[in-house]
């Protein structure tokens, strides 16, 4: 009898897509004409697109019925309050205001919650979190326990905030000062990294104390669910969907990005328990996002992120969901390539450090990594490194992240267990050649979220 038998996915696929296929003269073309910058490549030229699990998933075949049912009215469409009720019920959150993705959701609470001056702690930061933190005048302040920035800790419980960091925080500079500590679900920065409940009752506690709300960033807050499932004690037998519901409710505000948790390719909103909040939400999505009862997003788009918040916290699809990540992880570690561990949810870090350490950090290795992957085998992959990290908006000077890496994303029910082989026997190639590889320098650099069109040429 086999000891443990393998898992397989809870679907099977129904309609393909042809990917093209490219040869490395092609590819090293391509990536020049992209100034190496693997967001700058066109799509067509990609062979496995792993730059993102953002709006890039497989909906089911119930999702797409869904958008048939789409009431495309300007105002009260029934899949708002589909939508409506189906947050409060999987979330908690009693009001909804969606908007069009995560950063339009940021963008607003930002601008209500925070006034000049203001410190708003975090378990990491991410990109576009931060930057609309600071354009509202606050200072982003790192609260994650040290391990995050460890790649060879494998502490199960990454995402966690130091409550040490965030008791001095509150000394420093007063609770007064603090409108909210913003608490992600599966860190993306951290490599996917979760936050365990016993955590996050601890922090309920000291804000509870000081009155200090807590903002949910609960993009992948089913992959988070999972690890807790897997690793916490006392949460074996509860299932994601409890676990996630559990989670919500310790946070009194979120921020959602639908693109990555709830299956769908565009979407996003902000849920609030706070009457307040919520008015001033309603006021402002009219001017940025759209009414307050579609704030960007067609009613068919809405029908299809309700169905995949279902689908989201379904035990067997998580198992699959984290399980293929898994997978392409351990087989990058037993080829002997230095990623983060424990292995994340969303997708694999790769230690770009480690496995460039010739280059410098100003030599951008992390960049050069993802662009290497993409000239040896057309896989894309994204740089979360110095690029990714931006300046400081008073200094001018570069935010020096402890952390140099490459992001190889998986999206949700899209890729095979064949398409990962062949991952990660591309990355082991770039990394049988990685002493004659060079780094690469700025030619054009743009002032907000510069990794994304930032475009650079190869260090002599
Ligand atoms: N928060 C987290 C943790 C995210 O990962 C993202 C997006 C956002 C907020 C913003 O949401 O893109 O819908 O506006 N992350 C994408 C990524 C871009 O590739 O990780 P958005």
């Not at 009431?71 to 959150?93: P, V």
């Not at 009219?286 to 029908?303: F, I």
Request: proline residues 3%; negative net charge.
């Amino acid at each position: 009898m086999v000891e443990k038998r393998s898992w397989a996915e809870p679907w099977k696929i129904k309609m393909v897509e042809p990917i093209k296929m490219t040869t490395k003269e092609e590819r090293l073309e391509y990536i020049k004409e992209a100034g190496y910058n693997t967001f700058l490549l066109k799509s067509e030229d990609v062979y496995i697109d792993l730059l993102t699990d953002s709006g890039t998933n497989a909906m089911s075949d119930r999702q797409w019925a869904g958008l048939m049912m789409g009431d495309e009215a300007y105002a009260g469409s029934r899949n708002f309050y589909h939508l409506e009720k189906t947050i409060k019920e999987y979330y908690s959150y009693k009001h909804l205001i969606p908007t069009h993705q995560g950063r339009g959701a940021e963008h607003m609470l930002s601008q209500i919650m925070i006034k000049e001056g203001d410190y708003v702690p975090g378990n990491m930061y991410f990109t576009t979190t931060r930057l609309h933190q600071e354009l509202a005048g606050g200072k982003f302040v790192d609260v994650i326990v040290d391990e995050a920035h460890d790649t060879e800790s494998l502490h199960p419980f990454k995402g966690d905030v130091d409550l040490n960091k965030m008791q001095n925080l509150i000394d420093k500079v007063g609770a007064e000062n603090i409108p909210y500590v913003c608490i992600a679900t599966a860190v993306n920065m951290a490599g996917g990294q979760p936050i365990s409940l016993s955590n996050l009752k601890d922090l309920r506690k000291l804000c509870d104390k000081y009155n200090i709300d807590i903002v949910h960033d609960m993009t992948r807050v089913a992959e988070n669910a999972y690890f807790i499932q897997d690793r916490e004690d006392g949460y074996a037998d509860k299932s994601i969907k409890e676990i996630v519901y559990e989670i919500c409710s310790l946070t009194d505000h979120a921020t959602m990005s639908s693109k990555k948790d709830a299956l769908v390719n565009i979407g996003g909103f902000l849920a609030t328990n706070n009457e307040d909040v919520f008015v001033k939400a309603q006021n402002m999505v009219v001017m940025y996002e759209g009414l307050h009862t579609y704030g960007g997003m067609a009613g068919r788009d809405m029908e299809a992120v309700a169905i995949g918040i279902k689908e989201s916290v379904e035990d067997d699809h998580m198992k699959s969901r984290v399980g293929q990540v898994l997978y392409l992880g351990e087989r990058l570690i037993d080829m002997g390539i230095p990623i983060i561990q424990p292995i994340g949810s969303h997708g694999v870090f790769l230690d770009a450090k480690k496995f460039l350490p010739h280059l410098t950090q100003d030599e951008l290795p992390a960049q050069t990594l993802a662009s290497e992957i993409y000239i040896e085998s057309g896989v894309r992959t994204m740089e979360r490194g110095i690029v990714s990290a931006g300046r400081n908006k008073e200094t001018g000077e570069h935010y020096r992240p402890a952390l140099e890496l490459v992001r190889v994303t998986i999206p949700r029910r899209v890729y095979t267990q064949a398409h990962m082989d062949v991952v990660a026997e591309s990355i082991a190639d770039v990394f049988a050649r990685r002493d004659n590889i060079k780094g690469l320098k700025f030619t054009y650099e743009p002032e907000y979220l510069r990794f994304f069109q930032a475009r650079f040429e190869p260090l002599q």
